[in-house]
Nanobody
């Protein structure tokens, strides 16, 4: 089985920074896209940032210029550097990865358990 374990969430003051990480482990052959989502209270889950296996990135307009997604393929880990945080960034943040397991042909999407980010104003 493949597991995605997130860390780095917590309480931070507005204008502060946090770095989230999500490490994939298990019988992994390769990882394609890795994605960060977030879900605020009373709202649907929102796409935050995407990074492809080749390192191309895309961001939601609400975080562009403030957040940076990156990955370390040697560690099967995706990061989300969050700067200039706003109260509106408060949400549970989830990582997501399309993973090819060893001996399997197709990618399967896995989700992390989520980590709470709370930004105080």
């Amino acid at each position: 089985q493949v597991q995605l374990v997130e860390s780095g969430g917590g309480l931070v003051q507005a204008e502060g920074s946090l770095r989230l990480s999500c490490a994939a482990s298990g019988s992994i052959f390769s990882i394609n896209d890795m994605v960060w989502y977030r879900q605020a209270p009373g709202k649907q889950r929102e796409l935050v940032a995407v990074i492809t296996s080749g390192g191309n990135t895309n961001y939601a307009d609400s975080v562009k210029g403030r957040f940076t997604i990156s990955r370390d393929n040697a560690k099967d880990t995706v990061y989300l550097q969050m700067n200039s945080l706003k109260a509106e960034d408060t949400a549970v943040y989830y990582c997501n990865a399309a993973v090819k397991r060893t001996f399997c042909l197709s990618s399967v999407v896995y989700w992390g358990q989520g980590t709470q980010v709370t930004v105080s104003s």
